[in-house]
T-cell receptor, first 114, second 119 residues
Framework: AQSVTQLDSHVSVSEGTPVLLRCNYSSSYSPSLFWYVQHPNKGLQLLLKYTSAATLVKGINGFEAEFKKSETSFHLTKPSAHMSDAAEYFCVVSDTGSQGNLIFGKGTKLSVKP | GAVVSQHPSRVICKSGTSVKIECRSL??????MFWYRQFPKKSLMLMAT?????????EQGVEKDKFLINHASLTLSTLTVTSAHPEDSSFYICSATTGERRYSNQPQHFGDGTRLSIL
């Protein structure tokens, strides 16, 4: 069975400093992995996805994530945080080649201080 | 492209009433739509999967008579919370995909959600 663990429920950074949101997954298959962002009272927006191509995935708004099979991790990073990055971030895992069976992590709230 | 519109964005109603939430795919045909529920400070929990023209598939623990789902066309799915009670208060989010089955490789596109508050 697939599962995903987001190691931090809340991360706070200062504007202009790097962002690291941690995610570990468990999957019986070669997984597809995603990061979604949710702003308050809004739906989810896809930041990036990994589907067994390049292990370093670049997404929108300067975010990227690296798939590390040996560590079963898919951490999300950004070199320099912006105030508009403050939101809830979800790490999501799915079956091989499937984007219909999404398993969501519990989310990490990112706060950005001026 | 791939815009999903969810309406209403917020609804407040009295206990015992029924509430209908609409999910529309504006620029593509959504063969499959998903309904999620999100509790405060919690992740999204899949409630049901609906395919156009057929009965919805509910996740374990979700009352099908309580949460009625209708996917009458390729661009519209509705979720009706029947005889709503305060414990039904939550944030409900739909998503839509062109994939034909739950295990399709087609991406899900999410609506902006509906904040339901039952007094």
């Amino acid at each position: 069975a697939q599962s995903v663990t987001q190691l931090d429920s809340h991360v706070s950074v200062s504007e202009g400093t790097p962002v690291l949101l941690r995610c570990n997954y468990s999957s019986s298959y070669s997984p597809s992995l995603f990061w979604y962002v949710q702003h308050p009272n809004k739906g989810l927006q896809l930041l990036l996805k990994y589907t067994s191509a390049a292990t370093l995935v670049k997404g929108i708004n300067g975010f990227e994530a690296e798939f590390k099979k040996s560590e079963t991790s898919f951490h999300l990073t950004k070199p320099s945080a912006h105030m508009s990055d403050a939101a809830e971030y979800f790490c999501v895992v799915s079956d091989t080649g499937s984007q219909g069976n999404l398993i969501f992590g519990k989310g990490t709230k990112l706060s950005v201080k001026p | 492209g791939a815009v999903v519109s969810q309406h209403p964005s917020r609804v407040i109603c009295k206990s015992g009433t029924s509430v209908k939430i609409e999910c529309r795919s504006l620029d593509f045909q959504a063969t499959t739509m998903f309904w999620y529920r999100q509790f405060p400070k919690k992740s999204l929990m899949l409630m049901a999967t609906s395919n156009e023209g057929s009965k919805a598939t509910y996740e374990q623990g979700v009352e099908k008579d309580k949460f009625l789902i209708n996917h009458a066309s390729l661009t519209l799915s509705t979720l009706t919370v029947t005889s709503a009670h305060p414990e039904d208060s939550s944030f409900y989010i739909c998503s839509a995909t062109t994939g034909e089955r739950r295990y399709s490789n087609q991406p899900q596109h999410f609506g902006d959600g509906t904040r339901l508050s039952i007094l």
